[in-house]
């Protein structure tokens, strides 16, 4: 099923309003936590509804995050939240961001990433294991298009297939995040998809980003801001995933609501959306037969884990990055679960500007 990440803005809607007329979209997805503070107006409420009772909608989640190595009331209360949903709305599936995000705006950030050890590992399990006891339907998480180090890309699909093992889980596959990370460590996409799990696969999504001008004069750096076109690399690259992703279900294109105003972008939006369909129709995919899902028991411990050491460290980091402290500093600095001895300089002044962009106060 083809479809799209739901945005509540009027141009985002005029933009969709073409596919919504002739049936062309499959599948919704909605980031939930998106309004949680505010009212859904009538005619978003009544569109996601529709796709919900045709069995047509998947969830989104943007600020669960995942690695925060406390445990916080703001967790707690989005797992209440995340219950009232799903039991007011049919949702397929619901998924989350790879990361953390422990700034004080987190619900404005995007999530950094952690790097496989014994407690990442444990503390993610934790946390993706409160959130799969919260509903009952697939929960699955997505990869990060943000990297300190080339050593981080290379783990990542290891780490997410440890760490959806013991859940049924599954992976959302955004190839504009691995495409970003293509770009900005010099490694192949095909390379970087390779060490996925790919059978694990049940989602893909597609967007454009930007380019950011390097401060070292090299190369840009490529940012995933989900405001311009796929890139054809992308889109070249996407009939072999689909042969090799056989559990796929969704494929999913995102655009933020508020960059297809003018009549090109939302143009340039309906055209990216009939190529990826155009590649689905004429592809190789023999997706197997749609498996049936079962909740698998888990063993919750009373507590949430949580590891003070990381925690200061997360805390100290993100700090850190928001007072722009000097690149060296940060790479002489003394940590136990961050390698930060083998970032690349330029994606730490990269996570500056992210950070700052989200926490200008």
Known sequence: MLGVSMMAEADFVSAILPLLQNNSIDVMEWSFDTLYHTNEPDWLRDLLNFYAENNRLIGHGVYYSLFDAKWTERQEKWLKKLK??????????ITEHFGFMNTENFHQGVPLPVSLHSKTLQIGKDRLYRLQDAVNIPVGIENLAFSFSIDDVKEQGIFLDKLTEDTNGFLILD??????QSCNFELGMQEIIALYPLEKVKEIHLSGGSWQDSVYGKK?????????????????VLPSVLTQCGNLEYIIIERLGHTVKTEQERDDFLNDFNKVKDIIETSDFNGKEKSSWSKMEMKLSERPLEDLVLYEEQSRLTRLLYDNANIE????LDFHYFKTEKWDSEMILTAQNIIKKWNPY
């Not at 009232?84 to 599936?93: A, G, I, W």
């Not at 190839?175 to 970003?180: A, E, F, G, K, V």
């Open 84 to 93: 009232e949903e799903v039991s007011l709305r049919k949702y397929n599936h």
């Open 175 to 180: 190839l504009h995040n691995i495409y970003c």
């Open 220 to 236: 840009q750096v490529r940012r995933d801001t989900h405001d311009d076109i796929i890139p054809q690399d992308i889109l070249s």
């Open 329 to 332: 500093t940060i790479k002489d």
